[in-house]
């Protein structure tokens, strides 16, 4: 069986060959037009990266490689014993463009144990931070220093030449994908659970086995299965969403890719952006007190109202790309539908009411261009069922899984030699003149 590196080096010359290829003859050929709205609003519809792993069709929803989510769920494989789709097989489809076999995701599960340790001086790092930071800001500040030993940085200082950066740079991602769990899980620890002992890693386990052995659900297979869901479906969203643009466009400038993917987080801990699955959570669980026992269509539906008359917006609901309901939103459900404790979790219950109805409110309200749910309406609900209730973690779980798609990217980027970010921006008086000319 061949390795993750093996794979790359047959799947790479091909994509350079495309890339070339698309210089050459097409360099020059027009694809769209900018307009001045695209300039004054955050560059959307722009026709701008070139993002490999993953395309979003606004009605359909994203497609890894062409394979839709369903698809994915069917053949990447699951961990053993397990039935649900493990990150470790959603990156190596999303590096590769190709399934790996057990066998593949098994070995692969296996390397990220064994480099999953994160190096003491960070636990240290860590561990002195003051607990009323947030957790994705302790999250970034953990990735950033994992710096201190990027191969990528090395080779570069070494003079290391253009075509080879790709390999250090996996060597990079490879060792920040296998450490996240570790740093989240202490991260989890040190600010809600001081009093826990912290779980080693078990290098039989695969990723998210861990993680959840050391998030102490070890011994809750239905969530470590439901984890292992969502770090897979929250892997990658095409490049334009703004936590894989961050990284893609820090790590255009040959900073590591720890630098590149702590940049990231950041900007996944905005509340239009990742932290909305925190929001909607706090959202819910306070339309529930609210509403009381008896949950009806019309007192969400005045729920919903009040929090739009208020001049906030729902959390969960809209997006920059899709206009449909979200298919990772569709697959979380589906999770829900096929296991009878969470049917019966009114929190559960709650949030498949609200998607019934938030649709028709927000269509009726009139301002968003999409009123179906995105997949953080559903994210949260599973994981406070089981018992991991502090909102404020939520969104590192996604930050543990948006790196899938982002360390693919940078791999790619430097594989092919794609060159520093530097789009034109202009002052509104420079826009004038432009338009007058
Ligand atoms: N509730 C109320 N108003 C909303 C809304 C919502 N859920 N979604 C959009 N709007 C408003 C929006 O604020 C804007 O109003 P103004 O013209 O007054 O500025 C108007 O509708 C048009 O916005 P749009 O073009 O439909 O959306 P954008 O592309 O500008 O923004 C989102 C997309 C996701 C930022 C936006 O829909 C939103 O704020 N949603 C709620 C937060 C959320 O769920 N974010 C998570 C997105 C998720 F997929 C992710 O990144 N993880």
């Not at 069986?1 to 091909?14: A, D, G, N, S, W």
């Not at 990266?49 to 490689?65: K, N, T």
């Not at 839709?68 to 039935?83: N, T």
């Not at 697959?331 to 019934?356: G, M, Y």
Request: proline share 7%; charged share 20%; glycine share 8%.
């Amino acid at each position: 069986t061949k390795t993750l590196e093996e794979t790359l080096r047959e799947v790479i010359p091909p994509k350079q060959e495309q890339l070339k290829k698309l210089k050459a003859e097409h360099a020059q050929t027009v694809v769209g037009d900018v307009k001045v709205e695209n300039i004054i609003g955050g560059m959307r519809g722009l026709k701008a990266m070139l993002w490999e792993a993953s395309v979003l069709d606004p009605i359909e929803g994203i497609r890894f490689h062409g394979l839709s989510i369903p698809e994915c769920r069917e053949v990447l494989p699951p961990a053993p014993g397990g039935k649900e789709m493990t990150p470790e097989s959603m990156l190596w489809l999303l590096m590769t463009g190709k399934v790996p076999t057990p066998q593949q995701s098994k070995q692969f599960s296996e390397e990220l144990a064994e480099k999953g340790e994160v190096p003491s001086f960070v636990e240290k790092l860590i561990d002195s931070l003051p607990k009323t930071l947030h957790p994705m800001t302790q999250l970034s500040v953990g990735v950033a220093a994992l710096n201190h030993d990027s191969a990528f940085q090395a080779a570069y200082e070494r003079g290391t030449k253009k075509t080879e950066y790709w390999t250090h740079t996996l060597e990079d991602c490879i060792n920040l994908v296998a450490k996240l769990p570790a740093l989240a899980a202490r991260i989890y620890r040190n600010v809600f659970h001081p009093d826990r002992p912290l779980v080693p890693i078990d290098k039989n386990l695969d990723l998210t086995g861990n993680y959840s052995n050391m998030l102490g659900f070890g011994n809750n297979e239905s969530m470590t299965e439901y984890l292992r869901l969502y770090i897979a479906l929250h892997g990658d969203h095409e490049g334009g969403n703004a936590s894989a643009h961050t990284s893609h466009l820090v790590g255009s400038t040959l900073a590591d890719p720890y630098l590149a993917y702590s940049a990231a987080l950041n900007a996944l801990a905005g509340p239009l952006h990742g932290l909305a699955n925190q929001e909607v959570l706090r959202w819910q669980i306070a339309m529930q007190k609210e509403i009381g026992n008896t949950i009806t269509h019309d007192n969400i539906r005045e729920y919903l109202w009040r929090t739009l008359k208020s001049g906030q917006v729902v959390p969960g609901y809209g997006h920059g790309v899709l206009r449909n309901p979200d298919p990772r939103f569709v697959a979380l459900q589906d999770f829900c539908k096929t296991r009878p404790d969470l049917q019966a979790s009114p929190t559960i219950q709650l949030v498949q009411q609200t998607a019934e109805v938030a649709p028709e409110v927000l269509k009726e309200h009139g301002k968003t261009k999409n009123p179906y749910p995105n997949v953080d309406a559903a994210s949260g609900c599973v994981l406070y069922h089981y018992g991991l209730t502090e909102f404020k973690y939520y969104t590192v779980i996604f930050g543990v899984s948006r790196a899938l798609g982002a360390v693919t990217q940078l791999v790619w980027a430097r594989a092919l030699g794609l060159p520093i970010e530097r789009p034109k921006s202009y002052s509104m008086d420079a826009l004038e003149k432009l338009i007058k000319s």
